[in-house]
């Protein structure tokens, strides 16, 4: 049995605090998406890390959207992305463990993370976050058997980020943020460019699927 150990770049708690922190943040790119709209994406780092931030504005239940968000074992039927593995690993309906792994087109490696998750209500917002957790300390059978069924993945260094669905007269504001980085044999300037590129689809995915869910 052999693990893969997740070193964290920063400390997560006072990465955490940056990505949550609204100063620093700079628009770098706009996206027009069928069927969304505009999609705004913006970008900071953090304690060395690169964080990006999507937001559009939806005319659907902020509620919905939640579960939506939240429903991460069904991603796979309504992502653009290909994610052939999905669990959670216990806990509640407001806060869980899962995984998750991406199968990337050759020759990128494929990708996974372990996560926690938590979902919340403060005032009229819906939120629903995730950070990393040390998958070898805390889920090694999981670890293994995801390691013997996919050996040349390799595991997201660094993976932490939320949903926001903050309703309005307009319609609900969609926030879409994260730190990342793929680890791995990709540097971390083409990392960032493909993960400007992708921010908007993930955006785009999730309204989508909250419209044919609710048959809009």
């Not at 005319?59 to 994610?83: G, P």
């Not at 509640?92 to 020759?107: G, K, V």
Request: glycine residues 6%; aromatic residues 10%; charged residues 25%.
């Amino acid at each position: 049995m052999w693990f893969v150990a997740i070193a964290f770049a920063a400390d997560p708690a006072a990465l955490r605090a940056g990505l949550e922190d609204p100063s620093g943040w700079e628009t770098v790119d706009t996206k027009q998406i069928e069927g969304v709209g505009p999609v705004v994406v913006r970008h900071k780092v953090v304690l060395g890390e690169d964080c990006l931030e999507g937001s559009a504005t939806a005319a659907l239940d902020a509620d919905m959207l939640l579960v939506a968000a939240t429903d991460v074992e069904h991603q796979a039927r309504w992502s653009s992305w290909k994610v052939p593995v999905a669990k959670k690993l216990g806990g509640t309906a407001t806060s869980f463990d899962y995984y998750q792994l991406l199968d990337n087109p050759s020759p990128v490696a494929d990708r996974f993370w372990f996560v926690h998750a938590r979902t919340s209500t403060e005032g009229t917002e819906r939120y629903f976050r995730w950070d990393q957790v040390d998958a070898a300390a805390k889920y090694p059978t999981d670890l293994a058997a995801l390691q013997a069924a996919w050996p040349d993945a390799v595991a997201t260094r660094t993976n932490l980020g939320d949903w926001t669905f903050s309703p309005s007269a307009a319609g609900t504001r969609v926030r879409y943020r994260i730190c990342t980085d793929a680890g791995g044999n990709i540097p971390r300037w083409i990392g960032e460019i493909a993960a400007r590129s992708t921010l908007p689809t993930n955006i785009a995915d999730l309204v989508k699927e909250v419209k044919r869910r609710s048959g809009v």
